[in-house]
């Protein structure tokens, strides 16, 4: 089955302890992303990649890193958790996310921090 | 600065009669908008999507109609049924420029279709 692969799917964490969320896609995609969404303020885009090796920020980069080693791969981290980074995490695939059908979204990961 | 929005946090029908939820958008250079719909509890599903040079796309009971000299997009959906009942996300790309994988999105309206 074509799909997007989160986790864990749910993590409480403390303050400052670093964690990675994984994602991993099994359609060849070269496009991959992470959103956020948040109570009122809908979904937005944390980084995105194009291929391998080539990432770049979207609209809230900060306190996060991304990695793409693989094409399928593409792991989200936070070095140093806060509080404000309690939300409810996306990842998505895409073969060209601005084409008929856009990104394709994993079922989530809902991170809060203490 | 926002540059997608969707200005109506809900929406109420009952069922058998349109859904209409709209989006504006600031950016000129968007060239593809996308319609997205999400259950609680599950990732966002792609529902209908259409390119900047045309005004409209139908697939079933979905339409969106695009129009650019207003900066608008809305998605019709008739007749609307109870199982429509989610939130919808409109969202935009430019795609050149190295901005290929920038998909932004409006924060959503929250369908609830009543039986």
């Known amino acids: 089955e074509a799909q997007v692969t989160q986790n864990p799917r749910y993590l409480i964490t403390v303050t400052g302890k670093k964690l990675t969320v994984t994602c991993s896609q099994n359609?060849?995609?070269?496009?991959m992303s992470w959103y956020r969404q948040d109570p009122g303020l809908g979904l937005r885009q944390i980084y995105y990649?194009?291929?391998?090796?080539?990432?770049d920020k979207g609209d809230v980069p900060e306190g996060y890193k991304v990695s793409r080693k693989e094409k399928r791969n593409f792991p989200l981290i936070l070095e140093s958790p806060s509080p404000n980074q309690t939300s409810l995490y996306f990842c998505?695939?895409?073969?060209?996310?601005?084409?008929?059908?856009?990104?394709?979204f994993g079922s989530g990961t809902r991170l809060t921090v203490v | 600065d926002q540059q997608v929005k969707q200005n109506s946090p809900s929406l109420s029908v009952q069922e058998g009669r349109i859904s209409i939820l709209n989006c504006d958008y600031t950016?000129?250079?968007?060239?593809?908008f996308l319609w997205y719909k999400k259950y609680p509890a599950e990732g966002p599903t792609f529902l209908i999507s259409?390119?900047?040079?045309?005004d409209k796309n139908e697939d079933g009971r979905f339409t969106v109609f695009l129009n650019k000299s207003a900066k608008h997009l809305s998605l019709h959906i008739v007749p609307s049924q109870p199982g429509d009942s989610a939130v919808y996300f409109c969202?935009?790309?430019?795609?050149?420029?190295?901005?290929?994988?920038?998909?932004?999105f409006g924060k959503g309206t929250k369908l609830s279709v009543k039986p």
């Open positions: 998505a695939s895409s073969l060209d996310p601005g084409r008929p059908y856009g990104y394709t």
């Open positions: 359609m060849n995609h070269e496009y």
């Open positions: 990649s194009m291929n391998v090796e080539v990432t």
């Open positions: 950016n000129s250079m968007f060239d593809y």
């Open positions: 259409i390119s900047s040079i045309k």
């Open positions: 969202a935009a790309s430019r795609n050149y420029g190295g901005s290929q994988g920038n998909l932004i």
